[in-house]
């Protein structure tokens, strides 16, 4: 059982104060765009996972945002705990047998001791306080117990569609992103991983998506968000008639976004 599961304090703040862990907000604004847009994880990641584990009892998915990855986790573990900070975040998450949603930091997991099997982070490692958060993982896990973290950066469809959200990504929204950005795109190698690590296989995102999809999954990028913030107008407007161009008359493409992981055994 959680302590307390009546009493999870709704932690929405954007900053840090002493010793008081907060977070940066950079996705409530667009929690909706999440739920329909972000791309599903492969079910090889989490067959992967369950290959790494002896007992599938509990899995804590910390930073869950709307469950992309609590998803795939509740296919294999009898019980999967979703934490994230953002209440709307949570708020979009699609409700599953098996998976109970938190709001709550990485930093102060609501989880007692020695009682999770994996603890898992998509795509959000880079905002955490590495030291309380691994203290916290050290804390949760059992013995036999790993972590994974992983993350994805830019998509791969076609050369001439690549080139337009290149353009996007790094000429209009350059100096939009937060500078944690840059931890994904060092695929997540120089971040402290104090544990010890697994080599990981090639693993990937895939999607069929058209381009209305492409444009709303590229609406959820913070930068974007935070354009839009500041400038009153949507970036997207910018590369909209080129990515039609580069896009063709395909009503769908292949998409594919290769993950990067890190996984270690915490006991």
Known sequence: MIDSLAVIVNVEAKSRRGDEVTFQDHFSRQAQGYTQFRPRYPRELFEYLRSLVARHQRAWDCGCGNGQAAEGLAEIFDEVIATDPSS???????????????????????????????????????????????????????????????????????????????????DILGSYWPPERKLIEDRYVGLPFPFEELAAPPLAIAAQWSLAELLGYLATWSSVQRFIERNSANPLDRVKEDLAAAWGQASTQAIRWPLHMRVGRVG
């Open 88 to 170: 709307r975040q949570i708020a979009e998450a699609r409700p599953m047998a098996h998976v109970t949603y938190l709001v709550a930091t990485a930093e102060s997991c609501p989880l007692e001791s020695h009682s999770v099997d994996l603890v898992t982070v998509a795509q959000a490692l880079h905002w955490f306080d590495l030291p309380q958060f691994y203290a916290q993982v050290r804390r949760v896990g059992r013995e036999g117990s790993l972590l994974a973290a992983w993350c994805y950066g830019l998509a791969t469809i076609s050369p001439t569609v690549d080139r337009v959200i290149e353009h996007l990504y790094e």
